[in-house]
């Protein structure tokens, strides 16, 4: 299994991003996918997930709401995160991971089962 994240970048407070994730080896319609977030010295953060499989319902980070919107692609199997009206604190490391785990779980990172090296995301003030 391997999940690529791709799409980082620098850009100026209130500036737009999409992040992707393409996944090969498992299908995302099976799965849910999450992405997450890491600054240096803290513990990876939530920030948005998909469950494919079961509607493809999505759930947000308090931060996010609003402002980012988690969509998948079954078809490519890739799942997206749009980042629109920035701000500094986003800039951290980000990650995209899968699981099956109860949706109660979903937002703790240790109940991912798959993980791909993350793409920076630099925001300007």
């Known amino acids: 299994v391997q999940l690529q994240a791709f799409g980082g970048g620098l850009v100026q407070t209130g500036e737009s991003l999409r992040l992707s994730c393409a996944v090969s080896?498992?299908?995302?319609?099976?799965?849910?996918t999450g992405w997450f977030r890491q600054t240096p010295g803290n513990e990876r953060e939530f920030v948005a997930a998909?469950?494919?499989?079961?509607?493809?319902?999505?759930h947000y980070a308090e931060s996010a709401k609003g402002r980012f919107t988690i969509s998948g692609d079954n078809a490519k199997n890739i799942v997206y995160l749009q980042m629109n009206r920035l701000k500094p604190e986003d800039t951290a490391v980000y990650f995209c991971?899968?699981?099956?785990?109860?949706?109660?779980?979903?937002?703790?990172?240790?109940?991912?089962?798959?993980w791909g090296p993350g793409t920076l995301v630099t925001v300007s003030s």
């Open positions: 991971g899968l699981t099956r785990t109860a949706l109660s779980a979903i937002y703790n990172h240790d109940n991912y089962n798959f």
């Open positions: 080896g498992r299908a995302i319609r099976s799965y849910t």
């Open positions: 998909i469950r494919s499989w079961s509607g493809a319902s999505t």
